[in-house]
C-alpha cells in the first residue's frame, strides 16, 4: 500500500505536509525535546523562587486566598531585622555554625591526611565508617544523641562523672576538670553546643571524603620533589598538601556555610521543635518555619528566607575572597 | 662532584624482580645515559638511588658513602622529574629556593644562590610568575634550576625531556650539555630516546628487563654492540639481522661458518649502497641483489624497504634515489658486518 502511495508522488521527497516533527527546518521539535527540565525547574524552581521574592513583600494570611495579599513595600524586613527573635536565632545559627564548622574541617583535614597516608587496604571501610553518618536519618541521629546527652541515664553523664569521681586515695583527682554530678544538657547554656557537637559528628566524615577525594588528585611527584628538597612530613603537609587542598578547601566551606547557616533538622528535633528553653537552640531556618507555619505569617517568612539567602550569598563571597582564586 | 657505584643492586616488588642485579662504576663528573626500552626499570633504578624506592639488595655508594639507608636529603642528590613537578602555588623564585629553606639557609645567602641560577638559566625575568603561567621549556629550566641551587653532587634526571616538542628538546639537550660542562657535576640521566643518548652521554648504560646489556661509549655501542638486543635497539631504522641457516645468505656476505660457529648476521642500513663507489675502505665492495618492496621519504633521507631471501631489509639512502624499482644491488663493506652465535652474543673477529 505503502509503495502505491510513494509512486504516485515519485519525486517529493518527504512531503511537506506530512510529518510535522521530521520536517526539515523544523526549529521547534528541539525546544520540545528539551522542555522537560525547563518545565519541571519553572514549576519546582524558578516559581516558588519569583513568588517568594514577590510574597516577601507583601503581607498575607494564606487561609485567606491568593486575593488577600497586601503590598507592604520593605516592612517585612524592617519588622524581621527589628524582631528580638530574629536576632537571636541569627546569632544561634552563627555560633552553631562556627562552632561545628570549624572543627569539621580542622579536623577532617588531617584526618584525610592520616587515613590517605597510613591506610591501603582498609581504606575504603575506613571512610565507610566515617561517612555512615553523614547518609544516616538525621531524625534517628537527633534521637540517638538525646538519648545519650539525657539528663539521668545518659551515657555522655554517666562517662563525665564516673572520671570526675574517680578517687585516689579518696581524692577525687579528675574533679577539676570533669563534673561529678549530672548535668542538665537541656540547659540553655549547653543547647547551642550540643547541637553544634551533633552536626559537627556528622558531617566530619562528609568533608573527610571531599578532602581524600582531592588528596589522591595530588600528584605523588610533588612530594617526592618535596622529599628530595628536604621537606620534613609536616613541611610537606604544609607546602605540598594544604596548598594543593585549597580549592577543594573552597567547595568544601562553601557547602559547610550553605548547611550550617540553613540548619533546621537537627536543632528541631533536639529542640522537640520549640528551639529550647529561652530559644537557645532555635536557628534561623528554624525561627522562618515557624514564622509560616506556626504564625501564618509568610510575608515575614518569606522575608527571612531571603534575608538568610543575602547572608548565605555575602559568606561565600567572603570565602570566595579568601579561599577561591585558584592556582591552576 | 663524587662517584657512584652500585654493587649487586636488585629491586622487586613482591616475588617481581625488576631490577637484577646491576654493577656499574661511574666516576665522578661522568655523564651516564641509562637507555632502555619502556619498563626495563630505567626509573625504579634511579629512584632507587635518589632513595625514593626502597633496595631489595646490593649496595649504593655516593662517594665512599655507602647510602643505602640514607635519606634523600643526606645523599646530597638533585632530581629532575618528567613532569617537572614543579610546586603550583609558589613562585619560579621560591621553587628554586625551596630545598634552601628547608636546609635553613639563611635568607641573604639564599636570594644570591637563587639569582645565581634565574641568571645561569635565563630565568631572571620569570622570578615572579607562577608554573602555569611558563611555557614547556621554562618550566624545564626551573625544575633544572631548583636541582642546581644546591650544588648536588649527583644530578639524576628522569626522562626530563619528553614532554617538549622535538624543536625544544634539541635545544634543552644543548642546554643540559653545556650545564654539565659548567658544573661539571655526576649526572645519571634516564632516557629511552637514543638521540639524546648519544649526543649528551659521555658513556650509555643499556638496561634491558633489569639487566645491564651494554655500558660502553655512544660510539662503542654504535659501533660494536655486544649481542643482537643491542644492536637492533641502538641505531635507527634497527640493523638488519639474518638467519645464517640460508647457505645462499652465507656466500653473500662471505661468512665462513669456522670456529665461531655464527647463527646470526647483522648490516647497519646505513652501510648498504646503492652505488658501488659509495662503498669506503675496501678494494672491492661485496654486494647482494634485492627487490625494492616500497621506500619512504624523511626529508634528508629515504628508507627503502627491499626482499631478500625471504626476509626483509632496509637500506637508508640519500633522498634523491627515488627511482630505484625492481631487482636492485647493494654494495657493502664486508667489515662492516656483525657476526651473532647462538646466544645472540656479538662475535669478535
Ligand atoms: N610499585 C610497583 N609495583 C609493582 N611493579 C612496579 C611498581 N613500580 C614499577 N613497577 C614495574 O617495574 C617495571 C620497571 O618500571 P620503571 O618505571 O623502572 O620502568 P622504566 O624503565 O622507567 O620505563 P619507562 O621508560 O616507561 O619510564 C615496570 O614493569 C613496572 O610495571
Ligand atoms: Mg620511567
Redesign the pocket.
Known amino acids: 500500500m505503502n509503495s502505491i502511495t510513494s509512486q504516485s508522488v515519485p519525486h517529493k521527497a518527504p512531503a511537506k505536509k506530512g510529518n510535522f516533527w521530521l520536517r526539515k527546518g523544523n526549529k521547534i521539535a528541539p525546544y520540545f525535546f528539551i522542555s522537560p527540565f525547563f518545565i519541571i525547574f519553572g514549576v519546582f524552581g524558578l516559581f516558588p523562587l519569583l513568588f517568594s521574592l514577590y510574597l516577601s513583600f507583601h503581607y498575607w494570611e494564606p487561609a485567606a486566598g491568593l486575593a488577600a495579599m497586601e503590598w507592604v513595600g520593605l516592612e517585612n524586613y524592617i519588622f524581621a531585622f527589628q524582631d528580638d527573635w530574629f536576632q537571636k536565632s541569627i546569632y544561634n545559627t552563627g555560633v552553631i555554625a562556627l562552632k561545628s564548622g570549624i572543627p569539621q574541617h580542622a579536623l577532617a583535614i588531617p584526618l584525610a591526611f592520616f587515613i590517605h597516608t597510613s591506610f591501603t587496604r582498609w581504606r575504603n571501610t575506613v571512610i565507610g565508617v566515617y561517612f555512615i553518618p553523614y547518609i544516616t536519618s538525621t531524625v534517628a541521629i537527633s534521637l540517638v544523641f538525646t538519648t545519650l546527652f539525657s539528663r539521668d541515664f545518659g551515657m555522655v553523664n554517666q562517662v563525665l562523672t564516673s572520671l570526675g569521681n574517680f578517687t585516689i586515695a579518696d581524692m577525687k583527682v579528675l574533679s577539676w576538670i570533669f563534673p561529678v554530678e549530672n548535668i542538665d544538657w537541656t540547659r540553655p547554656e549547653y543547647t547551642k553546643d550540643m547541637i553544634s557537637f551533633v552536626v559537627f559528628w556528622r558531617y566530619v566524615g562528609w568533608n573527610t571524603v571531599l578532602y581524600l577525594s582531592a588528596l589522591q588528585t595530588i600528584p605523588r611527584d610533588l612530594y617526592e620533589a618535596a622529599i628530595i628538597d628536604g621537606a620534613n612530613r609536616y613541611q610537606q603537609f604544609r607546602y605540598v598538601t594544604l596548598p594543593m587542598l585549597k580549592p577543594m578547601a573552597f567547595f568544601a566551606v562553601t557547602l559547610t556555610i550553605i548547611g550550617n547557616l540553613q540548619l533546621f533538622e537537627e536543632p528541631f528535633i533536639i529542640t522537640g521543635g520549640t528551639g529550647g528553653i529561652d530559644q537557645a537552640g532555635k536557628t534561623a531556618a528554624m525561627h522562618m518555619y515557624i514564622t509560616a507555619f506556626v504564625e501564618s505569617d509568610f510575608g515575614t517568612a518569606s522575608a527571612i528566607s531571603w534575608i538568610l539567602f543575602m547572608i548565605i550569598a555575602g559568606l561565600t563571597w567572603l570565602n570566595h575572597k579568601v579561599l577561591g582564586g585558584s592556582n591552576h | 662532584m663524587a662517584s657512584v657505584q652500585f654493587s649487586n643492586l636488585a629491586k622487586s616488588?613482591g616475588d617481581?624482580p625488576?631490577v637484577k642485579e646491576i654493577n656499574l662504576d661511574i666516576d665522578h663528573g661522568e655523564f651516564i645515559v641509562l637507555l632502555?626500552p619502556?619498563?626495563?626499570?630505567?626509573?625504579?633504578?634511579l629512584r632507587m638511588l635518589a632513595g625514593l624506592e626502597s633496595i631489595s639488595g646490593g649496595d649504593i655508594y655516593i662517594g665512599e658513602e655507602l647510602v643505602n639507608d640514607l635519606h634523600p636529603i643526606e645523599r646530597n642528590i638533585a632530581m629532575v622529574f618528567q613532569s617537572y613537578a614543579l610546586y603550583p602555588h609558589m613562585t619560579v623564585e621560591q621553587n628554586i629556593g625551596f630545598s634552601l629553606e628547608n636546609l635553613k639557609v639563611e635568607k641573604a645567602e639564599r636570594i644570591k644562590l637563587v639569582t645565581n641560577v634565574a641568571e645561569m638559566l635565563e630565568l631572571t625575568p620569570l622570578l615572579d610568575r607562577k608554573p602555569k603561567d611558563l611555557s614547556g621549556g621554562q618550566r624545564q629550566r626551573v625544575a633544572m634550576g631548583r636541582a642546581m641551587v644546591r650544588s648536588p653532587e649527583v644530578f639524576l634526571f628522569d626522562?626530563p625531556l619528553s614532554n617538549l616538542d622535538a624543536k625544544l628538546r634539541g635545544q634543552m639537550r644543548k642546554e643540559i650539555k653545556a650545564m654539565h660542562k659548567k658544573v661539571q657535576t655526576t649526572v645519571i640521566y634516564?632516557t629511552?630516546d637514543q638521540v639524546e643518548a648519544m649526543t649528551l652521554a659521555d658513556r650509555i648504560v643499556i638496561l634491558n628487563e633489569g639487566k645491564i646489556e651494554q655500558i660502553g661509549t655512544p660510539k662503542q655501542i654504535f659501533d660494536q654492540p655486544k649481542n643482537t638486543f643491542v644492536a637492533k635497539f641502538i641505531g635507527a631504522p634497527a640493523m638488519n639481522i639474518f638467519n645464517l641457516s640460508n647457505p645462499k645468505i652465507q656466500h653473500d656476505f662471505g661468512v665462513s661458518m669456522g670456529e665461531h660457529n655464527p647463527v646470526l648476521l647483522g648490516i647497519r642500513p646505513q652501510y648498504l649502497y646503492l652505488n658501488e663507489n659509495e662503498v669506503k675502505g675496501v678494494e672491492k665492495a661485496a654486494f647482494v641483489d634485492v627487490e625494492v618492496i616500497s621506500s619512504e621519504l624523511l626529508g634528508a633521507s629515504r628508507h627503502i624497504k627491499c626482499k631478500y631471501q625471504d626476509q626483509t631489509l632496509v637500506v637508508e639512502t640519500a633522498s634523491h634515489d627515488a627511482t630505484v624499482k625492481g631487482i636492485v644491488r647493494l654494495y657493502f663493506n664486508n667489515t662492516q658486518i656483525h657476526l651473532f652465535d647462538e646466544n645472540n652474543n656479538t662475535i669478535t673477529h
Open positions: 616488588y617481581t625488576i632502555g619502556s619498563g626495563c626499570g630505567k626509573s625504579t633504578t626522562e634516564v629511552h
